[in-house]
Antibody, heavy 120, light 107 residues
Framework: QVQLQESGPGLVRPSQTLSLTCTVS??????????WSWIRQPAGKGLEWIGR???????SYNPSLKSRVTISLDTSKNQLSLKLTSVTAADTAVYYC????????????WGQGTLVTVSS | DIQMTQSPTSLSASVGDRVTITCRAS??????LNWYQQKPGKAPKLLIY???SLQSGVPSRFSGSGTGTDFTLTISSPQPEDFATYYC?????????FGQGTKVEIK
């Protein structure tokens, strides 16, 4: 059973960089054909797709965040990471990592989510 | 970006009622439509993918249909554990986008 667990600072100062890690267990992040994704949800609001990284080495990002976001894989640690630069209060949200299947592109496994607050 | 619009935004239903949620895309998305259920404080859970395929382990009272721009999630006889918020998601064109959610409450 694949499990994902997000970790990282719960508080980030405005203009700083948000950095999160997602540790995958129950399977290798580099095996199979999957995308590894980040999705966020501001409190009381809907879901926003941030982007994904393919085990083959390519990344796709939401154009609304593309200039500030980097997603990468560390296969040696079985981890996925997210970096979001120049954060503002609008980036305050619960951040989820998820596994995305490559044909129909649905997310079948999700982490529990981690709340990141941007505040001085 | 493809806009996804769900209706209604919220609804009240009794256990055993039939519940129907609609999702409309701003342009055709073929069959690339997924449905998720989310309970408070929890991650979304995949229910239906590719419009009508039931995810493993999801009860058969959930079903999906549609094509092109108009899609439907139906819960044939909602149980107490089904009262939650439901989101549709298109995976036809990046960026993937979600509907705003439909909150299903107990009447």
């Amino acid at each position: 059973q694949v499990q994902l667990q997000e970790s990282g600072p719960g508080l980030v100062r405005p203009s700083q960089t948000l950095s999160l890690t997602c540790t995958v267990s129950g399977g290798s992040i580099s095996s199979g054909s999957f995308y590894w994704s980040w999705i966020r949800q501001p409190a009381g609001k809907g879901l926003e797709w941030i982007g994904r990284f393919y085990t083959g080495g390519s990344a796709s990002y939401n154009p609304s965040l593309k200039s500030r976001v980097t997603i990468s894989l560390d296969t040696s640690k079985n981890q996925l990471s997210l970096k979001l630069t120049s954060v503002t209060a609008a980036d305050t949200a619960v951040y989820y990592c998820a596994r995305e299947e490559t044909y129909s592109n649905y997310c079948d496994y999700w982490g529990q989510g981690t709340l990141v607050t941007v505040s001085s | 970006d493809i806009q996804m619009t769900q209706s209604p935004t919220s609804l009240s239903a009794s256990v055993g009622d039939r519940v129907t949620i609609t999702c409309r895309a701003s342009q055709t998305i073929s069959k690339y439509l997924n449905w998720y259920q989310q309970k408070p404080g929890k991650a979304p859970k995949l229910l239906i993918y590719a419009t009508s395929s039931l995810q493993s382990g999801v009860p058969s009272r959930f079903s999906g249909s549609g094509t092109g721009t108009d899609f439907t999630l139906t819960i044939s006889s909602p149980q107490p554990e089904d009262f939650a918020t439901y989101y549709c998601q298109q995976t036809y064109s990046i960026p993937w986008t979600f509907g705003q959610g439909t909150k299903v409450e107990i009447k």
